[in-house]
């Protein structure tokens, strides 16, 4: 038998299981969306460093925002998200309408890994400067094992406008990305170590926003 013909009809076969396998994961994805239950990721709301009453949520795919501290919830029309996530985590920056939103998305399949989609993440930051109607990518990460990799957390900054940070662990790795634009450029601030922890990113806004505090 021609090797090559060989070779050919193997790529296929795992194209059709990868594909048979994405497509179950989504109907799965699509069975739990419709059932999805928006009060349990009520813990990663976030509330408005100018208005303690206001807070922004990300929840079952859809942005949702309050203006009474969490009591009621107004659901929030959205443009530019990707169909099918559920879950990520949602900074209100000082600057009114601007909105930080992190998210882990799937890697697309390709011939070198046609199960990526099944076991590798991208992680991505959104930005909303109309205070979550439309959303953009502006920075995508580091790929990741799924699984291993998470958003820690997503913070702005409480004193300055469009400064925040955020921390992403990929296994044992620990890393501290920052933003001073407004969400459109996150820099690699710092890299937790054995035996040594990152500073409050604040330190390292203090070093870019003349006047910026150093105090956690």
Avoid at 79 to 99: H, K, V
Wanted: aromatic content about 10%; overall charge negative.
């Amino acid at each position: 038998m021609d090797p090559a013909a060989t070779a050919r009809r193997r790529i296929l076969l795992a194209a059709l299981i990868a594909l048979l396998l994405i497509c179950a994961a989504a109907g799965g994805a699509t069975w739990y969306a419709t059932r999805c239950d928006r009060d349990s990721y009520l813990s990663q709301a976030a509330t408005s460093w100018v208005d303690n009453q206001e807070k922004y949520l990300f929840a079952c795919g859809q942005v949702w925002h309050s203006l009474d501290a969490g009591q009621t919830w107004q659901l929030i029309p959205s443009s530019g998200l990707p169909l099918l996530a559920r879950q990520g985590r949602i900074a209100e920056d000082r600057t009114p309408g601007r909105l930080y939103l992190a998210m882990l998305l799937a890697v697309p399949s390709s011939l070198p890994c046609l199960l990526c989609p099944l076991t590798w993440v991208q992680p991505t930051m959104f930005l909303s400067v109309d205070g979550g109607r439309n959303w953009q990518v502006v920075h995508r990460f580091p790929e990741g094992p799924t699984g291993l990799t998470n958003f820690r957390s997503l913070s702005a900054d409480p004193d300055y406008s469009n400064a925040g940070w955020t921390v992403l662990v990929t296994g044992e790795q620990v890393v501290y990305w920052a933003t001073n634009d407004g969400g459109q450029v996150w820099i690699r601030s710092c890299e937790e170590q054995l035996d040594y922890f990152c500073d409050p990113p604040s330190d390292f806004l203090a070093a870019r926003h003349p006047g910026h505090s150093t105090s956690p």
